[in-house]
């Protein structure tokens, strides 16, 4: 397997609430991700998580605080003192050093496998089609579907899908990717084959969030496990100190469930 190229992406969360009208969902999550490492999200339905996700990348517009991106503020511009929001095509230009991949695969239905990776690089960032494919081979083959480069999502498992979801994010060349619940809609017996691909990119240093509740692949490639509950980070550490010597009651009883 090719490294994938080292690239900054250090995330920095910083003071971030996040109302839905009146119901604010985050309040005041502070969170630092060092580049080329691994940060697991753990957290009972409803404790924000999806939300920071999508806070960092900038598909929610925060109310308070900052997410920065190698020390660039995400979604914003400092004019003085004040906050300016970026433009859409400014913010694009950040996103797509995002890469996203979410519970429902969401590839293109009418597009193959090869040609959903592709579309990304060509179309948003203008790269040569000839090179690009050369490029979304490699990344089939990373994902271990080579073979798979001319099928429809329709002729592919659940597992399979998302890693064309996956190498498709990887072909943005992103400084950090986020996976939100990766596995949650797979079938039990196509969960493993998604977590090592997971896995295996953590291994070569690229910068990754992971929402999951899969403790087993947590404790495998985390070198943060970052603990969340009604909004706030209640816990956090390495595997050894999140999993095996929790200090908070809610940490406790969350772990009591899962494990
Ligand atoms: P998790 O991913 O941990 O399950 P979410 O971030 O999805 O949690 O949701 C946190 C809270 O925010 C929940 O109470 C949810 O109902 C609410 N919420 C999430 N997205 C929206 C939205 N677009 N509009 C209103 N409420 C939302
Ligand atoms: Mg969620």
Redesign the pocket.
Known sequence: MTAVQARPGRVEVHGVHKS??T?E?LHGVDLVVEPGSVTVVL??????????LRSINHLETVDRGFVALDGELVGYRRKGDKLHELKEKELLRQRTRFGFVFQSFNLFPHLTALENVVEAPVSAQGRPRREVEAEARELLSRVGLADKADAHPRQLSGGQQQRVAIARALAMKPAVLLF?EPTSALDPELVGEVLAVIADLARTGTTMIV?THEIGFARQAADQIVF?DD?RVVEQGTPAQVLDDPQHERTRAFLAKVL
């Open positions: 839905f009208g119901h969902v957290g009972p339905s409803g404790s924000g998580k999806s939300t920071l939100d929402v969340m909004g």
